[in-house]
């Protein structure tokens, strides 16, 4: 039976990841904060199906030793899912040192701790942001990535980086999944269509940032997990340190996700346009063509499915 550490493991992406590993027969703890960028009362609820169906939970800190020594302690895992982190990249423009801090400092602590108790295998969420504003699409995990354009998507950067080095230094063999905007049910609040469903759906006005022109390569849930599954069983095959694209392969413009929330909640939006936001990236685009052949990894859920099913969970309020 695989024994996994999953960090974040009651977030948006977390908790279905840990119900997707128990389904398959590994032993899963958790360690989460219960970081209070969205309410715990939503984490609670998207971590119980996972602890009912035998999932531990350590609430503890990824940037505190002790925290990391007691969930190592607790789980001894062969593999660890590193999940957990301060996401979103407008708030890191405020707070860059916070975003530092718990990206960086969490993910070193992790991998000492990796380290110093022969764990196999580290699985670790980056990000789309890496690429900034790449003029050349798709982006392809050979791309350079020296210029992020926000503090969040240069703490993604320095976190391969560590990793990399990791990989290098110990010969733990560590695999970076650079998401690509996740939806579906669970989905963070302060992400867009969360957003836009919610607020359409109740008549009231959508900010808009910029003229409707730019661009986001929306990746379904179940994509995502899939991937990240595929991605723990061939950890290390072709590289002790490897970076994947995980995307949906089909970018959509904001105006066209807009028209596909407007379907969706069967309400017209009522746009508050506003101006381009510093730090957003005008287009992402997933180049999959490494992921598919080394991983085997293929997106399935186009943007107005995934965005129903998203709905149906929003509606049940669970
Ligand atoms: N959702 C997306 O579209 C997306 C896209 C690219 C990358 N990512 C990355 O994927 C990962 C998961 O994202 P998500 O959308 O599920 O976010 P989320 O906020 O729902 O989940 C992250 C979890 O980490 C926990 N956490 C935060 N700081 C912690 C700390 N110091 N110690 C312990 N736990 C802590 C939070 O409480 C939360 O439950 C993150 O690393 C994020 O940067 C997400």
Redesign the pocket.
């Known amino acids: 039976m695989q024994r996994i550490l999953l960090?974040?493991g009651?977030?948006?992406?977390?908790s279905h990841l840990a119900e997707a590993l128990l389904a398959r027969g590994g032993a899963v703890t958790i360690?989460?904060?219960?970081?209070p960028?969205y309410p715990r009362a939503m984490?609670e609820g998207n971590v119980r199906p996972a602890l009912e169906r035998g999932a531990s939970l350590i609430e503890?800190?990824?940037?505190s030793p002790e925290d990391v020594a007691r969930a190592c302690d607790a789980a001894a895992p062969d593999v660890i899912v590193h999940?957990?982190?301060?996401?979103g990249v407008r708030p890191s423009i405020a707070q860059p040192a916070a975003y530092a801090h718990?990206n960086v400092v969490?993910t070193q602590r992790l991998l000492d701790a990796a380290v110093a108790r022969g764990v196999e295998r580290f699985i670790v969420?980056?990000?789309?942001s890496v690429y900034g504003n790449s003029a050349t699409v798709p982006f392809s995990e050979t791309d350079d990535v020296s210029r992020p354009i926000s503090p969040y998507a240069a703490t993604?950067v320095a976190t391969e980086l560590i990793c990399s080095t990791a990989a290098h230094l110990h010969g733990l063999k560590v695999t970076a999944l650079r998401?690509?905007?996740?939806f579906g049910p669970r989905q963070?609040p302060d992400?867009a269509i969360h957003k836009f469903l919610r607020r359409v759906a109740a008549g009231e006005a959508i900010p808009v940032y910029g003229d409707g022109s730019t661009s986001r390569d929306y990746t379904f849930i179940d994509d995502i997990i899939d991937g990240v599954l595929r991605a723990i069983d061939r950890c290390g095959a072709v590289e002790p340190f490897r970076c994947y694209n995980l995307g949906g392969e089909h970018p959509v413009t904001l105006s066209e996700m807009i028209a596909a929330v407007e379907e969706t909640v069967g309400r017209r939006a009522t746009i508050d346009r506003k101006e381009d936001q510093p730090g957003d990236v005008r287009r992402t685009w997933a180049d999959l063509t490494r992921s598919r052949a080394e991983l085997g990894y293929q997106p399935r859920t186009a943007l107005l499915e995934g965005m129903r099913r998203q709905w149906e969970w929003m509606r049940a309020g669970t």
């Open positions: 960090t974040g009651a977030g948006f992406i977390g360690l989460d904060n219960f970081a960028f984490k503890g800190d990824i940037t999940l957990a982190a301060c996401a718990v969490g969420a980056s990000s789309s993604k998401f690509f905007t996740v963070r992400l």
